[in-house]
C-alpha cells in the first residue's frame, strides 16, 4: 500500500503563490503516477496536475497551464505542486493521489490511493 500525506495549504490573496507538497510512503516502488486533483465545494473532483514517477508525461488541465507546476523530488519520495498567480477560482480541497498512469489519473475514479487533503482558499 501506498500513503500519501498532502501539506502547504492556506489562505493566499489573489495573485500570490503556494507550494503544496505530497509526502509518499509505504510501498514506494509500486508508484506508477502522482496527480494533484481538487474539489470545490459542490463541484466534482477534478485533475489539476499528473505526472509519471519518473518525471514524464506530465499534464495540466488548461485553467492551471502555465501557472501550476508538478515536479518531484524522488529522495524525499514527495511530490509538489507550486501555485503562482492564484485566483479565487482556484479555491478547493487539494489532494494527491496515485494511480497506474498519467493517463488513467484523468479518470479520477481510477485513482489507487489517496491522500486526505489540504485547504487552498484564495481571496479576492
Known amino acids: 500500500q501506498v500513503q500519501l500525506v498532502e501539506s502547504g495549504g492556506g489562505l493566499v490573496q489573489a495573485g500570490g503563490s503556494l507550494r503544496l507538497s505530497c509526502a509518499a510512503s509505504?510501498?514506494?516502488?509500486?508508484?506508477?503516477?502522482v496527480g494533484w486533483f481538487r474539489q470545490a465545494p459542490g463541484k466534482q473532483r477534478e485533475l489539476v496536475a499528473a505526472m509519471n514517477w519518473s518525471g514524464a508525461n506530465v499534464y495540466y488541465r488548461d485553467s492551471v497551464k502555465g501557472r501550476f507546476t508538478i515536479s518531484r523530488d524522488i529522495a524525499k519520495n514527495t511530490v509538489y505542486l507550486q501555485m503562482n498567480s492564484l485566483k479565487p477560482e482556484d479555491t478547493a480541497v487539494y489532494y494527491c493521489?496515485?494511480?497506474?498512469?498519467?493517463?488513467?489519473?484523468?479518470?479520477?475514479?481510477?485513482?489507487?490511493?489517496w491522500g486526505q487533503g489540504t485547504q487552498v482558499t484564495v481571496s479576492s
Open positions: 493521489a496515485e494511480g497506474q498512469s498519467t493517463l488513467a489519473l484523468i479518470n479520477t475514479r481510477s485513482a489507487r490511493y
Open positions: 509505504g510501498s514506494i516502488f509500486s508508484i506508477d503516477a
